[in-house]
């Protein structure tokens, strides 16, 4: 139980030392239970000698020698030999043809599925999963069902990019957990949609989604979810309220450790704010930033999401230049090979060109909507003209420096009085309620520089 309630906490090591605790006091036929939920767990912390002691000591019932085969498979492909995990595989495969025991054909499923994932067969590891969850759906193991979907979920969100197909399993994998009373699983399954939601801009389900996890305790791991911490900035930018924006990023990169690329994206998506709010060298320097912490170049430590965040910096930092004016290094951004490749990339120069959001790839078409709704406030504020007289405006630009009532008074040489009255007017005609509020309405419409 311990260890189950530290694996709800994300804490692996913690759970594998309760069940190292349980191995030393249990007896032979415990042993074997106990050995088929560590083996996975040190699979996990890349501690493969132990997996090894483990797979050469013979079970003590027979049962569990296919599973202990499809384990053999898994830590030959976290290892890099594909060759020798296939050929598990396969062999698994001939096993369950004739085994009649399904929670054993199913579990065995579901690490052959693992083994394909680490190994790079996608295609083959969704094949693996989905018969796992089938299987274990029908004879009623709602907990292994709900686990296999979230790897079904993960590999279409964060390989195939196919975020309906991901949607489709992050609901299974809710239902399979509701069956059997698993909230951490449960939980998981709603902020996979929660963030999927965003990606594809989805305001109803994003609205419904969120007030169902603010009912619900998170654990403190989906609170500190970088694509969580997106998927609640997101719709402040739809909605052109970029100052809110910009101060939810702020707080996302600086709050907790970023690794490379999703600091990258940060820088890309404050770019996108500076450049909304009018704050051109911000915006410039930003998106300077966000194209060199950004690296196109696949490597075999970079998981699929660093990737994705990588490209997804470049493309924003690129639309952030060329709606400040700064095209030639805009393009730039999206010159190389890797990125004209992608079609998110591609989605996001559509937008710059005309194009609406919903026809950018739909797997970023809530950042694709973010840029658009840039552009268009960008342009309005470009087009109209500054409803302030040329005494207001002025007096609205001491004001933005810091200037007391009185010293403006003296820098125009007009009385105290006049200068309230200029100042009473401008929160008059920007229908807002104090002078500060005043200063940042101007330079988010551009009326100040």
């Not at 690490?111 to 274990?136: D, P, V």
């Not at 004879?139 to 964060?158: E, F, N, Q, T």
């Not at 402040?236 to 709050?255: G, P």
Request: net charge positive; aromatic share 6%.
């Amino acid at each position: 139980m311990r260890s189950v309630l530290c694996q709800t906490e994300a804490n692996v090591s913690r759970a594998v030392a309760a069940l190292g605790e349980a191995r030393r006091r249990a007896d032979q036929a415990d042993l074997d239970v106990l050995d088929e939920l560590i083996g996975p767990l040190w699979v996990s912390l890349a501690r493969y000698d132990d997996v090894d002691r483990l797979l050469e000591r013979a079970p003590h019932s027979p049962r569990y020698a296919l599973s202990r085969r499809a384990l053999r498979s898994v830590v030959a492909a976290a290892r890099g030999d594909s060759a020798r995990a296939r050929e598990e595989r396969q062999g698994i495969a001939d096993a369950t043809a004739r085994c009649d025991d399904d929670l054993l054909t199913a579990f065995s499923y579901q690490r052959c599925g693992l083994s394909a994932y680490y190994a790079g067969a996608y295609q083959e590891a969704i094949e693996w999963e989905l018969g796992a969850a089938q299987m274990l759906r029908r004879i009623g193991a709602h907990r292994g069902a709900a686990i296999a979907y979230s790897v079904l979920y993960a590999i279409h969100h964060a390989v195939t990019g196919d975020t309906e197909a991901a949607y489709e399993f992050a609901q299974l994998q809710i239902e399979s957990a509701r069956a059997c009373g698993n909230t951490s699983i449960e939980i998981s399954g709603l902020v996979a949609q929660y963030e999927l939601a965003a990606e594809l801009a989805d305001d109803q389900a994003l609205v419904t989604l969120r007030s169902v996890l603010r009912k619900r305790a998170l654990p403190q791991q989906y609170c500190e979810r970088f694509a969580n911490g997106l998927a609640d900035a997101l719709p402040h930018a739809w909605d052109r309220d970029f100052a809110a924006f910009r101060a939810n990023v702020i707080v996302l990169q600086e709050v907790h450790s970023r690794t490379k690329h999703e600091t990258a994206l940060c820088y890309a998506l404050r770019a996108l704010a500076d450049a909304s709010l009018g704050d051109v060298v911000a915006a410039r320097r930003h998106s300077r930033s966000a194209i060199a912490t950004s690296s196109l170049v696949a490597t075999r430590s970079m998981s699929a999401h660093e990737l994705k965040y990588a490209r997804l910096a470049r493309a924003i930092a690129g639309s952030a230049c060329v709606l400040v004016g700064d095209g030639i290094r805009g393009r730039r951004a999206f010159e190389a090979k890797a990125m004209r490749d992608d079609p998110a990339a591609s989605g996001f120069l559509e937008v710059l060109d005309g194009a609406s959001w919903t026809k950018a790839a739909r797997q970023v078409r809530g950042f694709a909507r973010a840029v658009a709704a840039a552009k268009e406030l960008i342009r309005s504020a470009e087009s109209s003209a500054s409803p302030l007289t040329p005494a207001e405006n002025r007096v609205l630009r001491l004001l933005a420096h810091g200037f007391s009532a009185t010293e403006i008074a003296l820098e125009l040489h007009r009385s105290v009085f006049t200068v309230r009255v200029h100042a009473k007017s401008i929160i008059a005609k920007f229908n807002v309620h104090s002078r500060l509020a005043a200063i940042a309405y101007a330079r988010r419409f551009g009326y100040l520089p």
